[in-house]
């Protein structure tokens, strides 16, 4: 694949190694020729091959797939570019607008497009189970928690409003951050939202249904970002044996 990287943190950086490793030859005998051609973040750095959006609006078509991972103000340019040079466009850019979800889905009537929150196989696996589950413990007690490290800037993280949603699709839910104080009794059309910072803790997001004198919990941990770069990259390499669409994580694992 060519691709170009949108985001050029830590994230970025990892995907990229992961990208290069892969060149070479395979245990089956087939190889792999992976090139970074672009980097994109919010300020240029030349000596590293950074350019920022005002670079990127004279940036021709030169590459099979954007894997993003940035910020929300680089989404519109990166829109803009994706459907001016009809290039595939893999996001994990979270905290975005509706507007801008909204723009990338309508990206899809071009090109294949695929945003998530997170692309770690074991949370989409979550996620699918939590809507499956959600229905059948209607009337159960809900509490979400999620813990990352001390430098996460975001709460409560992207991938635990994705699981909300998993669990109330339609919205009917109160979301309750936490509780302090005589905040009253729990209602049953409310979620319990609670973000734990901390450490250099990669991530875990718990979701616990408590009925009447059981509990049922599911737990996911993370050990490395390794696993949501290798996700990412598995998921571009099906996105771009897609027609123009937008799909989910579902979509590419268990459609």
């Given at each position: ?5 949108a ?30 051609v ?51 466009l ?13 723009q ?14 997170n ?67 729990r ?6 939202v ?13 979701v ?38 937008f799909y ?8």
């Amino acid at each position: 694949m060519k691709v170009i990287i949108a985001g050029y943190g830590r994230m970025g950086q990892l995907i990229e190694q992961t990208l290069l490793a892969e060149n070479g030859a395979g245990a089956d005998g087939s190889t792999a020729a992976n090139e970074v051609v672009c980097r994109i973040d919010l300020a240029a750095d030349e000596a590293r091959g950074i350019i920022d959006a005002a670079g990127l609006a004279g940036l021709d078509k030169n590459a099979d797939l954007i894997i993003d991972f940035s910020n929300p103000t680089l989404t519109d340019d990166l829109l803009a570019y994706a459907g001016r040079t009809e290039t595939p466009l893999l996001s994990g850019t979270t905290n975005l607008t509706t507007a801008q979800l909204d723009q990338i889905q309508a990206l899809g009537e071009k090109v294949p497009v695929i945003w998530a929150s997170n692309y770690s196989f074991g949370i989409n696996l979550f996620r699918h189970i939590l809507g499956e589950i959600a229905p059948v413990l209607e009337g159960w007690d809900v509490e979400v928690t999620e813990t990352h490290h001390n430098k996460k800037v975001d709460a409560p993280s992207g991938t635990a409003k994705t699981l909300i949603q998993a669990i109330d699709p339609k919205g009917e839910c109160e979301l309750v951050y936490g509780r302090e104080g005589n905040c009253g009794a729990r209602t049953k059309k409310e979620i319990g939202v609670h973000a734990i910072r901390g450490g250099t803790m990669v991530g875990e997001h718990k979701v616990d249904f408590f009925g009447t004198d059981e509990v049922f919990e599911i737990t996911h941990k993370m050990g490395s970002r390794q696993i949501l770069v290798d996700g990412a990259i598995g998921a571009a390499k099906r996105l771009l044996t897609k027609e123009p669409g937008f799909y989910t994580m579902d979509d590419l694992l268990f459609g």
